[in-house]
């Protein structure tokens, strides 16, 4: 066996170890390798003879036989080749070519070669959190898709594979999220719309969904309505006989099952036909109507499931082989952090040099910023077409990118790539974490267990990781059967997995609640035609029922404009009332930064003591998410780490907010979350800091949110400090942040950090607080305006409870006001 050893060039300008050898053998399969069922394939499409299944794979389209076997691959070349759709003879496959697993270009494949046909130009392909399906007319002479032409959506329309043209049947409204299925014969067309509507958020207008049938042959018919459905619909198709629908609800839980549907009658013919732990999604059945094909992500990564419908039987389809029709060599990967020289579980991505990413057999394999990647914990097996490729490797921010173009020849080929740290927070008593994680959230392709969000976090370095127990868009409460009250077993010292919960309310607002013991019902409010539709409890009373178990309340993704924070559907409506009635213990200024900064910043302007935390809301069932920890809050801790210690020293603002820079504040001798008492005007020493992985653009001292000093970069723009004195002569707050453009390297777009304030109190001078007085009077005044507007507390009593609330707080914010004029 031959060994070279090679260096691996790093963001950071240093160096990282590649371990390359290779014995060789020829072979263009994957067969030595043990073949779990649940491979990870998405899209899955029965062809109409029934003996062969198309699916999505890594980017690619790949074919196999219905009993298993070898799966072979069809698709090659740049982008993420996804929803595969037969034609009527089983000779061609159609597709889209998706720069980011969303919507793209419509491509068509001979089905036995993976020779590319050739088309007039064709139009785009919409995608949403699933991308529309396409689907064949039955004399195979044109297609059907959610298209789009020159930008503008023309709805559910048919493309002329010959002539190139376009004609629209119907278009669905935008909102809507809707799903589609053309009938066995062409002539129906059957589509889902759901209840939402503009300008409110998802599931406030109700859970249900209508089942649309409109005739595909006559121009301008108009959609008859064939029934109400009681939940989300998230994909359908039709039988072989077109009498009934086969649709993917998540009514009665959380999780996907599939349902017929009768069309004689929806309502009380509906049955259920899966029983799954998790998600059964993407049906598709035969044209003769023997065979019905599923995926299954009860095993976190899909399965390909086929039922006979004669007998309803299932059969989990079993993989013999990968065929990727072209020379392969088997990758044995390894990454190590370098100073500690151990195995570390690092985030992936390997690219073949104008071509696919790849990820190993089974993987959680996922899509950031356009490019692929995958969890490698320590070690992984990987077959690989020969050929070049380029490798990343990432873990969180203090560990420096490292990154190389490397080529994989036939046999055996070893790589082990050293990590460096830049930079050690938690050897300074520095702790990572975030607030808002979502497991399982519906609308993705996996099933997330406390074993995958362990080797997901521990992978970004991410020491608390608060999970959310929560709803959507209709009664379905995710993770719940993950809920302990305390960190999860499988916690290390390194990674404390901890599932707390999302309180989410429609017109309040939306508040992670962590360190609990038990779940605060209800889990929801305000959600039209669930078990709890009302506006009540109020998020101050949510709050009330967290701190009785010493939870910590937390808003979320406060606010998205800057220009009027209050207009948006996902707002933190009622924060100024919580925080004026001493209900919330911090937010999260991350998720649209600018807007979210813009409220604190008000907020601590009127005296209020009031941390900043960070949570990502990311959603880690989908292929498409962002990362576990992409934005996150350091605490201090001072002592040997602990949760309860984290979390305390969290609500004191012991901490400060990045997505990657790493900041300091220190006046005369205090830190964050502390205060400096004067007695009057004082010059006071600022020593302040900013280090960073990329390049920044600005790094700034602000006092009361003024710019008052603005920090001189160094040569590379990645260091900058501040070490002089200031005078104070008014009570308030002093903070430091960092901002810098985006990098390709960088998860979450534009850096930013922000340090909580080191508060200020001089005496007989308060804040003046009467223009931010006056921002939160009018903003609780159009609160109280939609809140009777939309006539959601069912009785006096309950209205005459959260009209008290509303006035406590105006109160508040009166004093404030007439506190600054004296």
Known sequence: MHRVILALLTAGGLAATLALSNTTTTSTTVESLQLPTAFGG??????????????????????????????????????FDVEPAWSPDGKQIAYVNSPNMGGGVLKVIDAATGKPVSLPPAPTVRGTFANYKLEFHPNGSKILGGFAENGKDIGLAWFDLKTG????????????????ALSRDGRRLAYSVSMDVDGQQGGNDGPEADIWIVDTQKPNSKPQKLTRFAARIHDLCFEADDKSLCVVSDVGGAHYDLWQVPLSEPERGANRMTFGQ?????????????WLAYSDNRRSATQIVVRNLATNVDRTVPLSQIDYRTPTGQLTLQTVDEKLDQLVTTRVSIQ????????????????????????CDGEAELQLPVGKYRLRAFRGPEYRVAYHDFEITEGDNELAVELQRWINMKANGWYSGENHIHANYGYGQWYNTPQTMLQQCSGEDLNVCNFMVSNSDTDGVFDREF?????????TDDTLLYWNQEFRSTIWGHMTLVNLKQVVEPV????????????????????????????????THVAQRPEDPYQNPYTAKSIPVGVALGKIDSLDINNNYAGSTAVWHKLLNCGFRFPATAGTDCFLNRIRSRLPGGDRVYVKVDGPFSYAKWIEAMRQGKSFVTNGPMLELTVSDKTMGETIRLPGLTEVPVIAKARSKFPLSKVELLINGKVIAEANLSNDKRTATIDRFYNLDRSGWIALRATGPGHADHPVGSQYAHTNPIYVEVEGKPIDAREEAAFFLKWIDRLELAVRNRDRIPSEDLKRHVREQLESARVVYRKLAVAAEE
Request: hydrophobic share 30%; charged share 20%.
């Open 165 to 180: 043209t376009t004609r629209t049947i119907v278009t669905p409204p935008n909102r809507s999220r809707y799903r589609h």
């Open 352 to 375: 073949r040099v104008d071509g696919k990413y790849f990820a190993p057999v089974g993987s959680l394999h996922r899509v950031l910023n356009n490019y692929g990647h995958f969890y």
């Open 483 to 491: 809920f302990r009250g305390r960190a999860d077993a499988l916690s």
């Open 524 to 555: 929801f409010t305000g959600f039209k035609g669930t078990t709890n539709p009302w506006d009540i409890p109020t998020n101050s009373d949510i709050a009330d029922r967290t701190h009785l178990q010493n939870g910590l309340v937390n808003y």
């Open 42 to 79: 998405i899209h899955p499409r029965i062809s109409p003879d029934g003996t062969q299944i198309s699916v999505s794979y890594q980017g690619a389209i790949w074919r196999m036989p219905r009993d298993g076997g070898t799966m072979t691959r069809l698709t090659d070349g740049v982008g």
């Open 278 to 290: 998790a998600d059964e999604n993407r049906p598709s059945v035969s044209a003769d109507g023997r």
